[in-house]
């Protein structure tokens, strides 16, 4: 099993782990001593540690050795109008397993998400990248207003905007006219609220010139959904 932890680590280091994770090990995965874990915190790689149980209910981690290297975060950044919070945890989640970097909170004038706790969307991709085997956890950006974002995206940043309304009839075909596959430039995928962009906002968007409009089919995708099928697109035509 991996587990993050918050602490520094390096060998040697014995930490006592907490109540909800030393439950997890020895009573769900029955975990007993001397079993391996996997830790990381997002800084140090990935190391491997022995479970030392300390009484019934809780348990130490002795760590041994750094099992991988702490890879650089991946580049691609991510940006959504946030959403009702039982989707926006699904859609942060699924973001991070389809290799997002950035998770950038975008406000457009029909956002309807409620107030951004920013920290649960923090504690969604640390429990995506526990799930899906990443060290480098993404970073949560601080939300912003369309315009804010879009001119804090590199010039050279290829936006992939997803547009229900883009006369687009192969989105592959176009992703490749936009970016060559050999060697593909940074990139941003936006997608937008329940309530879609306004016509202005889909003007300023498309007047980026470093952008690409996908249609994803003809039916209307729910936001979350359009982010697993855009950024499955976007891995699979240009995926590092
Ligand atoms: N305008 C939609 C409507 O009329 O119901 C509402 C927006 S849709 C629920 C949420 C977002 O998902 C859109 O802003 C767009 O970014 C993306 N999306 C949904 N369906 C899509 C499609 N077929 N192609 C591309 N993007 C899509």
Redesign the pocket.
């Known amino acids: 099993p991996r587990l993050h932890v918050e602490a520094d680590l390096r060998a040697g280091l014995v930490l006592p782990l907490e109540r909800a994770q030393a439950g997890y090990l020895l009573t769900v995965l029955r975990k007993a001593e001397g079993d391996r874990v996997h830790l990381f915190n997002g800084r140090d790689g990935e190391w491997r540690a022995e479970i030392r149980p300390n009484g019934r209910k809780s348990a130490d981690l002795a760590l041994i050795e750094q099992t991988r290297p702490q890879p650089a975060p991946a580049d691609l950044h991510y940006l959504f109008a946030p959403l009702k919070t039982g989707r926006l945890d699904y859609m942060a989640q699924k973001a991070v397993e389809m290799g997002a970097g950035l998770i950038c909170p975008v406000f457009t004038r029909y956002t309807q998400g409620e107030r951004l706790k920013l920290d649960r969307l923090r504690a969604n991709a640390i429990e995506a990248a526990e799930q899906c085997g990443i060290l480098a956890i993404p970073e949560i950006a601080e939300p912003a207003r369309l315009p804010e974002a879009l001119d804090a995206l590199e010039p050279g940043r290829l936006l992939v905007f997803?547009?229900?309304d883009?006369a687009v009839a192969d989105p592959v075909a176009a992703l490749r006219a936009a970016a060559d596959p050999a060697s593909p430039p940074p990139l941003a995928v936006?997608?937008?609220?329940?309530?879609?962009?306004s016509p202005d906002e889909g003007e300023r968007i498309a007047g980026r010139p470093a952008t690409v409009a996908?249609?994803?089919?003809?039916?209307?995708?729910?936001?979350d959904t359009?982010a697993v099928a855009v950024l499955a697109l976007v891995q699979a035509v240009l995926g590092d």
């Not at 936006?190 to 962009?197: D, I, N, T, Y």
């Not at 996908?214 to 936001?223: H, K, N």
Request: proline content about 9%; glycine content about 18%.
């Open positions: 997803c547009d229900e883009a936006l997608v937008g609220p329940e309530g879609g962009f996908l249609s994803l089919g003809p039916r209307i995708l729910r936001a359009a």
